[in-house]
């Protein structure tokens, strides 16, 4: 995509201005010429936008077109198809004076309009914000994932309406077992309604009838109980006991076995660390550890043989030229005892080296994971402080052993026990007290029973009981009599008044329900509620639905853009990518990395200088050459590039070679229109081959 032709008119200083530009253009202008007014009359055209200060305003008669796969287009016709990218840091396609200010301003904001340039993501939006826009629509809040301000009371008055509708469902379960409960209730009132009249009528049949069998009762109590005279409350009271040291006996002896085992254990643990201890202290190590290690190394003999061959070759010259020879002879003599005093050192050195290796060779016979002394060292501490702890739990151990072999022995408690089984017969202590309780039941029975029949016949003395009752015989009624004696009248009595009063508290239940569910839960018909609950429900659902959907999006924009990172570092890869062009500019740095968002320039020796480290000259020109890198890659079949004097930071030796990378990048099918008023920057071009245009 090239630009072909540019016609403007009557806009600020320029009134008739027409160029067809070529693939390497330079255009140029003094201060007011009109060259400010050229280039926002090309972005408002070609970006939709307009510059930071809109000098002259909206440009109104403007013509710009574009060559695009071999058709020629206008993005000032509404009807074109044409998409370029827009955005104040995003655009590729355009370079003003310097972006040093505008990168540094916000890092994270450069990053996203260089990824919506890439993605081309529909009104010139990023991701962050589309997502907001997702989250705005659905009602959530972006951080925290929760429902807005404005969202979270109808969510919560649904939620709420549909636990209250549950609660009235439930309720109306409960309203209905009430009322099954009720129905039972009454008729279990009548059935003793009916009971206790039954009573009445035989009241006077029951009283012979069980008057008479009060006196058989009480004479079978009287023989039961002279069987239960052996069921003594003190063979209870001493079996009792007896059960109880058996069982505390029987954790004694869990005790007991599980002490010994982990006595034998800590004994076996500790004849391993006394064997340690004996080797370490046989072995003096801590003695040895106590020594100075040596860490010297050898001294090189290079030094002293090179000065002992030179007091001979000083000490054969005197001979030879016949001097005096008592300076050589000193020399020689002092060389000799160089070398003889190297050798000494050596020997110490390696001494000290085989003894402390000796020592470690010595303590690996009983601790083989040894490495070094640091570690023996260690190993000693631990082996001492482990020998006291094992030492403590086996006193411990012993004592508690000696506690638990001071009480009484098991055979001795079952002796007594089996004793207690003669003496009543009974085999287990469960049944001696199930004997002693049917006693002192028995007893109760026969006092009460005694007590009735004197009360019922107005006597005390037994042997008068029979006459006294075969007097009060009388003729058996006609109707059946019922099982119940009269006794239970008021029994039966006082069951019906229960029933009835628990009958009269669920029928106010069921009339305070029925009264009150349309002001409690706003239902009147439980058809209406269903309804209105499944409507609920479905409302719930779909925001849950909602909240989800919106959380995939942010997840499937989040990968979106992740993939988009990854293109701009391929970016600086490759011949012609970012690393390849600002090392052709600068001659100074071998390659620039993306990391964290942010651009690091690596120079020939591995220094890393992040690009707030830059000269504003140097950051413009990184940014340069990574929009040519990007434009190559996104448009393989060639673009054009807009600038706007782009070198107004950068020193002359760059200002050629801009130029130059600038030369190539148009000599690959690209476009450059360069805008300057800088007399040197315009002598470059034209150097190089740039097709000169003036503004007068």
Known sequence: MKIQNIKLKEYGPIRDFSLAPSDFEIVFGHNESGKTALVEALINVLFKKTAKVIRYGKPRDVQVELDEAGRTINPADKKSTVALPAGDI?????????????????????????????????????????????????????????????????????????????????QIDEIAATKKRAQALSEECARLEKELQAIQSAKQFISYQAIRDLLERYRGNKNVLADYQRYDDRYLEEWRQLEAEKKSRGNIDANLQRSKTDLERLEKELSGLKRQDDFIRHGDFEQLLALPVQTRTEPNLFLPILLFLIGIAVLILSYRFRFSIFFPLTLFGACVAAFIFVQYRRGVIRKDFYENELLLEKSRLMFPELKNRDDLRKKIESVKVNLAGVESACREKHEMLQQLSGTQPREEIDCKINDLRNKTGLAEFTDLRDKIAEKNRLRAEGAGLKAKL????????????????????????????????????????????????????????IGVFEASREQIFGVDDYRAALIEYNRLVAQAAEFELEKKAALKAEEVLNEMSEELDDFIRDIARGDRGLSDNFRRVTGRYKEVVIRDRDFIAIDHDGREFPIEQLSSGTRDQLLLCFRMAALEKLFPAGSFMILDDAFIFSDWPRRQKMVELLKSFAGLGNQVIYLTSDDHTREIFAASGAHLTTIE
């Open 90 to 170: 995003g655009n590729l396609h355009y370079i003003q004076s310097s972006e040093t200010e505008l990168y540094q301003k916000d890092g994270t904001g450069f990053w996203e309009g260089i990824k919506l340039t890439l993605s081309q993501t529909g009104a010139g939006m990023t991701y962050a914000k589309i997502i907001k826009k997702v989250y705005e629509r659905v009602g959530l809040q972006a951080k925290e994932k929760n429902w807005t301000v404005a969202k979270k009371p109808v969510v919560q008055g649904v939620v709420e309406r549909k636990a209250k509708l549950e609660k009235y469902f439930t």
């Open 454 to 509: 004197e009360s019922s016949l107005e006597e005390r003395d037994e042997s008068r009981w029979p006459d006294l009752i075969e007097k009060r015989k009388t003729v058996k009624p006609s109707a059946p009599v019922p099982q119940a004696d009269p006794e239970r009248k008021e029994e039966v009595s006082a069951i019906r008044d229960k029933k009835n009063r628990e009958l009269d508290g669920l029928r106010h239940a």
